[in-house]
T-cell receptor, first 115, second 110 residues
Framework: NAGVMQNPRHLVRRRGQEARLRCSPM?????VYWYRQLPEEGLKFMVY????????ESGMPKERFSAEFPKEGPSILRIQQVVRGDSAAYFC?????????????FGNGTRLTVT | EDQVTQSPEALRLQEGESSSLNCSYT??????LFWYRQDPGKGPEFLFT???AGEEKEKERLKATLTKKESFLHITAPKPEDSATYLC???????????FGTGTRLQVTL
């Protein structure tokens, strides 16, 4: 019963490096969401993707952040030239359809630390 | 802008001591209210979805209710394994794009 798989679980990057976070949705799920959780803050929506399409990226910072969900392989959240403020837990979630009555299934997150 | 406020921030209960967590929301049009449980170092785990005022859902020691302005998560006779952060979220638009509250950290002691 494979759930949403995220890797790596922990990622340490120096300022200015690139971070790549991977997410494989649950089997049979074709919709992927990325959320960010900063210390002492709630989960914040970043982006919603379907295979080969970005549906809603209204929560993505305008610069340095990008996301993709290719036809084959996992979804990737990419952060270029990381800064200390990017340190956070990044969670991926998936759902089988885009309807609101499909609860999101979350992975266990990638904890990014920028030194 | 949609807002979700959870209270209290933290709650400490003794085993068997029932209580309620509150989630108040201000949204333009509620399409669903979600409760999740999050354990340290883990991702949120789905508990309930509520759609309309007056709706109630139960699972083991948990019961979620919904009014037009708030939702309650009632915990009856909690056990230590119920210790976790409980998150409330609302959906007001696209698919499952959720707005989360900051959660209530629950600790249940023997």
């Amino acid at each position: 019963n494979a759930g949403v798989m995220q890797n790596p679980r922990h990622l340490v990057r120096r300022r200015g490096q690139e971070a790549r976070l991977r997410c494989s949705p649950m089997k049979g799920h074709s919709h992927v969401y990325w959320y960010r959780q900063l210390p002492e803050e709630g989960l914040k929506f970043m982006v919603y993707l379907q295979k080969e399409n970005i549906i809603d990226e209204s929560g993505m910072p305008k610069e340095r952040f990008s996301a993709e969900f290719p036809k084959e392989g996992p979804s990737i959240l990419r952060i270029q030239q990381v800064v200390r403020g990017d340190s956070a837990a990044y969670f991926c979630a998936s759902s089988p359809v885009g309807a609101i009555n499909s609860p999101l299934h979350f992975g266990n997150g990638t904890r990014l630390t920028v030194t | 802008e949609d807002q979700v406020t959870q209270s209290p921030e933290a709650l400490r209960l003794q085993e068997g001591e029932s209580s309620s967590l509150n989630c108040s929301y201000t949204v333009s049009g509620l399409r669903g209210l979600f409760w999740y449980r999050q354990d340290p170092g883990k991702g949120p785990e789905f508990l309930f979805t509520l759609y309309s005022a007056g709706e109630e859902k139960e699972k083991e020691r948990l019961k979620a209710t919904l009014t037009k302005k708030e939702s309650f998560l009632h915990i009856t006779a909690p056990k230590p394994e119920d210790s976790a952060t409980y998150l409330c979220a609302v959906n007001t638009g696209t698919a499952s794009k959720l707005t989360f509250g900051t959660g209530t950290r629950l600790q249940v002691t023997l």
